[in-house]
């Protein structure tokens, strides 16, 4: 059997390796060793299996990612660099890929599984496992690591000696602040969206363990604070196996956004799609401190249905959007959102007058083909009305929020969101984007936003505030509709969907 010869590079990776947690998570930059020290840690530990009665080391693991293309280019491509078929035996390369290592004393077998079809998911639940590596876990859900701590510490079993050390390692490029890794890891706070099963689920046990490694790079800032330029981190991890060059090679032509999460190790967001508002500026459209609301002025609530359903609350001020709150709801209908909103809005909003309008959907009273009853019947029984939005034209209300982002009142930004919007504010940095489409030599764009992410109803909802808030109405009067945002694809036939109405006039409601 050919060395195994490896020497970690970088006191996290090998505080990582070193430890015997039953869950080991490491977060790092891109190019910092992660993966590598994490395949090579489940052979060592597979070496260090104590041998059964007849003298045998047996281990069976799993290596997981999120999608079969990225499982074979990435991972496996990562695990056969280090451990080649001509010294380590045949890789079988069909379904599922598996690595069955005989050498010596050592009967290894380490199985791959992408977790992007519902079949591969019953096969992880099926498995008889001493551990379980999962390659890039900000892209599983929490779900699918709580199964592979099910499945571990299962072979060899007892009767032939147990596992000498069982569970689960994962790495990760830095995720976003609200992503299950940093809540659990302690570096964010809990969402406030999470139930209380959910929170409970988010509590770091005493036998995980989260290692962060320190970044690629350091930054160079002026007087102000700007940040200038990069130079090498002499405490970067796995230098030695990367040129002087390699960050500050890669970096080239990114975003911001993009090195902070690839090479500074922040927590983050870094889209490879285009932001539907290429005009938002937090330091302009985010307050520093909390919105202040007026009592005696009415609410306007744009809503979006679904079961990710979203509301988002607003106040008009002299000409002024003054968003103030967001409530993102995920995994709920209709009727218990209702009761959500009206609850949410008697606690933080105690002393209101009780006057609010709220803009939905104009296909959201519509019967889905399976009850008959619609979305907006169901949140009338549960005492929340809802009028139909003025438009569902997606460019039109697209450019209702860009006039918005774009427009000056007495020398300030039309709209100001709370800076609690979390949601609403990742949206607009990004999250919210027209996804890139795969089509080689050319950098295209989908026309319409992608939809069902986090960010897509929220964003929905303030369309339809906006909307029904008379912000169409203007640009349609105007004669401003598809200029204000990227990409004129309004036409004739979608005008009709903007319908002329009497305003409606406010009517106070029992909490909604």
Partial sequence: MADLKYKPDGDQLKAYMKSDKFVRALRGPVGSGKSVGSCVELMRRALMQEPDPDGVRKTRWAIIRNTNPQLKTTTIKT??????????????????????????????????LALDRPDDVKKLLSLELTGCFINEAREVPKEIVDAATMRVDRFPSRKDG????????????????DHWWPVMAGDSPLPDHVTREQALMLQRPDNWEFFTQPEGLLEEKNDDGEVTGYIPNPNAENRKFLSEEYYLNIITGKTKAWIDVYVMNRLGRADEGKAVYPDFRRDMHVAEEDIPYSPAVPFTIGMDFGLTPAAVIMQNIRGRWLVLRELVAFDMGAARFGTELKRFLALEFPDHCGKYINWGDPAGDFRAQTDESTP???????????????????SLRIDAVASTLCRLVDQKSGILIDQRCRYLIKGFEGGYHYKKLNL???????????????????????????????????????????KVGQVDRSSPMDRRATVKRKRPSFTRMSGV
């Fill in 79 to 112: 695990w056969l660099d280090w451990f080649p078929e001509k010294n380590w035996g045949r890789f079988n390369w069909s379904p599922p890929f598996t690595h069955h290592v005989k050498r010596g004393d050592l009967d290894a077998e380490f199985i791959f």
């Fill in 376 to 394: 907006y019947q169901v949140l009338r029984a549960a005492g929340v009305s809802v009028r139909e939005a003025p438009t569902n034209d997606p």
């Fill in 440 to 482: 080689a030599g050319h950098e295209r764009y989908g026309e319409t936003p992608e939809k069902d992410n986090r960010f897509s109803h929220v964003h929905d909802a303030l369309q339809y505030g906006l909307c029904g808030g008379g912000e169409s109405r203007k640009l349609t009067a105007n004669g401003d509709a598809g």
């Fill in 162 to 177: 147990g596992c000498t050390w069982a569970g689960v390692i994962m790495d990760t490029n830095a995720p976003e602040d």
